[in-house]
């Protein structure tokens, strides 16, 4: 039988597969890009307007947040721990939904998708945009 929201449990416990793995091999030192030969990508508009993307920081955030330094994945870009929180919400209300014996009193509904979510997505995207390019106009780089 098929759950609804399966298909977005197991992504989100792939994900976070993924990111366990890249999180242990970067604690023992060893580096990822290094390893694959892989080059470390320019932000294109950044590059031609001398102004950061509303994803500049993006990467940078999303690996200390993997290296499990919040605060600093925060400074660089709120985007990626804003989604991390809400893959944890996800897992956490399919795992009680889904494989809680439906007498446990406690049970959180199985999780949705709201519009709220990506409407916050986007506030947060605009507003580490403009914070980010006034800070540069003002002489200070925060990347």
């Known amino acids: 039988m098929r759950y ?3 298909g977005l449990f197991i992504f989100c416990c792939a994900a976070l597969a993924l990111g366990a793995i890249y999180a242990v091999l970067s604690l023992c030192g ?3 890009y290094a390893r ?3 080059t470390k990508l320019r932000c294109g508009f950044h590059e031609l307007t001398g102004f950061y993307c509303p994803g500049c920081g993006g990467t940078r955030s999303t690996l200390s947040l ?7 994945s925060f400074l660089y870009h709120p985007l990626p721990l804003y989604v991390a929180a809400l893959l944890v919400n996800f897992m956490v209300r399919f795992i009680s939904a889904y494989l809680l014996p439906a007498r446990v009193d406690r049970r959180l509904k199985p999780p949705r998708f709201r ?3 990506v409407i916050i997505a986007a506030a947060l995207l605009a507003v580490n945009f403009l914070v ?3 800070l540069l106009l ?3 780089d925060t990347l």
């Open 66 to 72: 993997l290296k499990f330094r919040p605060l600093r």
């Open 132 to 134: 980010r390019n006034l």
């Open 36 to 38: 694959l030969g892989l």
């Open 115 to 117: 519009v709220a979510y």
């Open 30 to 32: 060893i580096d990822l």
């Open 138 to 140: 003002a002489g200070i």
């Open 4 to 6: 609804p929201g399966s």
